[in-house]
């Protein structure tokens, strides 16, 4: 399928690896220009060179904080100087390390960190490249969330709290755009294959628990990411894709 978004300006947070970085990947096949964001210079080098090297496409990098006012002004500043933007995938930091249950997280340090790099970061980008889009008149927002903010998991209650805050903040903002053009969404995945929560938990006791037996690849999920930002999905606005192989039990 032809996603009709060749020569399309992209914004991907959080890209220089992981996750991020397989999104890239995904929309760079397509013919999708890129504006890498993160906060290692040399690691936004080095997915610059390994995309350009496989991909024909433009790829720019800006190394910044995503909870630092001044650096997200800096890249609104940098993607006005580019013509302007078309897609934003919205990948946000993972929560603080050891994962705890709600009555054990009593460390106000933590739901700081987690408020800052899960809620008020990923608002913060939203509100500086948003109008961007709006003033072309097309665009695409997808932020990558989780399957706890529909189906808690257990130890992720700071994931859970500034995820689902994420995710009303994305149907305020659809709601009042949505005349625009511009489409927001989201995916909630679980049961990811990755190297982020490395020890946190049995591979293989995780993939038993989803009906399909087996973890989804982070190519799955960029793949989902990638068509929520083509021009037949331009209808889909305001609502969230799970992409968690059947494990959210809830109905809707």
């Known amino acids: ?128 490249v948003t109008p961007i889009m709006i003033q072309k008149g097309w665009g695409r927002i997808v932020a990558i969330t989780t399957a706890s903010v529909k189906q808690p998991m257990p130890l992720h209650a700071l994931s859970t709290i500034f995820r689902a805050g994420l995710m009303g903040a994305l149907k305020q903002m659809a709601n009042e755009i949505a005349a625009t053009g511009v489409t927001v969404n989201s995916v909630s995945p679980a049961a990811i294959r990755s190297t982020a929560f490395a020890g946190t938990f049995d591979v293989e006791e995780r993939a038993r628990g989803t009906p399909m037996k087996r973890l989804g690849t982070m190519e799955e999920l960029a793949g989902t990411v990638a068509f929520l930002t083509s021009q037949q999905a331009g209808y889909i606005h305001g609502s969230n894709i799970q992409v968690d192989g059947g494990w959210t039990a809830t109905m809707f």
Not at 18 to 34: D, H, R, S, T
């Open 1 to 128: 399928m032809n996603l009709g978004i060749e020569g399309k300006l992209a914004l991907v947070t959080a890209s220089s690896k992981g996750l991020g970085f397989a999104v890239c990947e995904a929309l760079a096949a397509e013919g999708v220009n890129l504006m890498l964001f993160a906060r290692n210079a040399r690691e936004l080098e080095g997915a610059k060179a390994d995309l350009t090297k496989r991909y024909a496409v433009k790829v720019h990098f800006i190394a910044g904080d995503m909870t630092l006012q001044d650096d997200i002004r800096r890249l609104g500043r940098a993607l006005r100087e580019l013509n302007g933007l078309d897609i934003l995938v919205l990948n946000t930091a993972r929560p603080p390390h050891p994962l705890r249950e709600f009555l054990a997280e009593t460390d106000l340090e933590r739901w700081d960190v987690s408020y800052r790099t899960q809620l008020l970061a990923a608002c913060m980008v939203l509100q500086e």
